[in-house]
C-alpha cells in the first residue's frame, strides 16, 4: 500500500501536498512516493467517487490513507502527520510546548475558522440541496464582514508573531492567505501585511509553486 492523498488541484488538500514538497525539499531522496488520486472539480462536488467515499464517508478532499492503513481527512491533521513523520530534525515543526501550542492553535482556527469564510462549499455538502452555499449573497456578506473584522486581523496577528524561519504553521494559515489572494484579492489588498506575506513569503516558494500546479 502507498501513502494516497485524495486530491483536487487548488482545493484544501493542496495545502497537504504543499507541505509535504516543503519536507521532500528539505530531506531530499528521504521521503517515500506520495500517490496522489487526482479528482476532477467539474464534478467532485455533485459526483464522489467511490473510492474516496470508501475511506471518507464525507466525500471531501483532502482525504489521506497511509501505507500502514491510517485515514485522515482534515487537511491540518494530515500536515501535522506529515510532520511528525516525516520532520525528523524539526525543521519544519518544533516540538517543544510553547511551539506545538502555537501551532495547533493557529491549525484549528485557519482550517475551522478562516478557511470557511472563503469557501463555496460546506462540510456537509453531501446532504445539502446547493451544493455551493458560499454563493448565496447573504453568505458572501456574512463572509466579507467577517474577514474584514475578524479574519484577517487574526491572522495579521498570526505573521507578525512568527519565528525567524518558514514553518509548517506558515503553511497552514498561508494556504488561507493565498485563496483570498485567487478568490478575493479586494479583501487581501485591505491588509498590507497579508498581502506583502503572500507575496514575499507564499508565492514565491517553489514547494507551493509546485503544488499548485499538481
Same mark, same amino acid.
Given at each position: ?6 486530491? /483536487?488541484?487548488?482545493?484544501?488538500? @493542496? ?14 531522496? %528521504? ?10 472539480? @467539474? ?11 470508501? $475511506?471518507?464517508? =464525507? ?7 497511509? !501505507? &500502514? ?9 494530515? /500536515?501535522?502527520?506529515? /510532520?511528525?513523520?516525516? &520532520? ?14 502555537? #501551532?495547533?492553535? *493557529?491549525? #484549528? ?10 469557501? @463555496?462549499?460546506?462540510? *456537509? =455538502?453531501? $446532504?445539502? &440541496? !446547493? ?27 498570526? $505573521? ?9 504553521? !506558515?503553511?497552514?494559515?498561508?494556504? @488561507? *492567505? ?14 498590507? $501585511?497579508?498581502?506583502?506575506?503572500? !507575496? ?12 499548485? %500546479?499538481?
Amino acid at each position: 500500500m502507498k501513502n494516497s492523498l485524495w486530491h /483536487c488541484s487548488r482545493f484544501r488538500s @493542496t495545502r497537504c501536498l504543499w507541505l509535504f514538497r516543503e519536507l521532500e525539499l528539505l530531506y531530499p531522496g %528521504e521521503l517515500p512516493e506520495l500517490n496522489l488520486i487526482s479528482l476532477d472539480e @467539474t464534478t467532485l462536488r455533485t459526483e464522489k467517487p467511490e473510492s474516496l467515499l470508501k $475511506v471518507n464517508r =464525507q466525500g471531501k478532499v483532502p482525504t489521506f490513507q497511509s !501505507d &500502514d492503513g491510517l485515514v485522515l481527512f482534515e487537511s491540518a491533521a494530515i /500536515c501535522n502527520y506529515f /510532520c511528525r513523520r516525516f &520532520d525528523t530534525e524539526e525543521k519544519l515543526l518544533r516540538r517543544d510546548a510553547n511551539s506545538m501550542a502555537r #501551532h495547533d492553535m *493557529i491549525a #484549528h482556527y485557519a482550517c475551522g475558522t478562516a478557511d470557511n469564510v472563503l469557501a @463555496t462549499s460546506s462540510p *456537509i =455538502q453531501r $446532504v445539502l &440541496d !446547493d451544493p455551493r452555499p458560499g454563493y448565496q449573497e447573504n453568505v458572501l456578506a456574512a463572509n466579507e464582514k467577517a474577514w474584514h473584522q475578524l479574519v484577517a486581523p487574526t491572522l495579521e496577528d498570526f $505573521v507578525k508573531s512568527r519565528p525567524p524561519f518558514f514553518s509548517a504553521s !506558515d503553511v497552514i494559515f498561508g494556504f @488561507t *492567505i493565498a485563496a483570498c489572494a485567487r478568490k478575493f484579492p479586494e479583501r487581501l489588498a485591505a491588509f498590507p $501585511v497579508l498581502q506583502s506575506f503572500h !507575496d514575499k513569503e507564499i508565492a514565491t516558494r517553489p514547494a507551493y509553486q509546485a503544488a499548485m %500546479e499538481e
